[in-house]
């Protein structure tokens, strides 16, 4: 790790020295303009994915971009458009996909091992209550973009794409407006 950036000087600091990270920068913008990073991984709050992938891309700068990519289809192809234009790399950062266990699935699958799958029951859940970012409809919150992508990234990554046949989901809103699972 080469830098960090944050919306402020001191947090970016505190991590830089925390982490023995040598650049730190009291913003983005900032941060794009360092020759020395390659690769920018962005763990912002959803609705900021956008915008950071776009500043980031356009400085030609690979991005590796915290789940969901981004809020909605539109944003995903305005995200995917940029790196094409700007001949970089985007993918979507989720950690499950590299899990152990997710590899020998992805192994087992591959082989034919596991037999021909009809099904797949996926269940995921953090507490998450008190988490603002998890809760408030602005901030992306919801079961869906939140906990609820480990559960479909599961699925596809087990059916390689294949559409299901059925969806069954359980939920209910909260008095934010976000949905939980």
Known sequence: IVAVGARNLEDAQKFAEKHSIPA???SYEE???DPSVDVVYLGSIHPRHLSLS???MTAKKNVLCEKPLAMNSREV???VACARANNVFLMEAVWTRFFPASLEIKRLLAQGALGELKMVRVEFGAPLLGVPRAMEKEL????LLDIGIYCLQFACMVFQGERPESVQASGGCLETGT???
């Open 24 to 26: 730190a920068y009291g």
């Open 31 to 33: 941060l794009s303009r």
């Open 54 to 56: 776009l500043l980031f």
């Open 77 to 79: 192809e305005e995200m």
């Open 140 to 143: 992306g919150g919801g079961a």
């Open 179 to 181: 949905h939980r699972g």
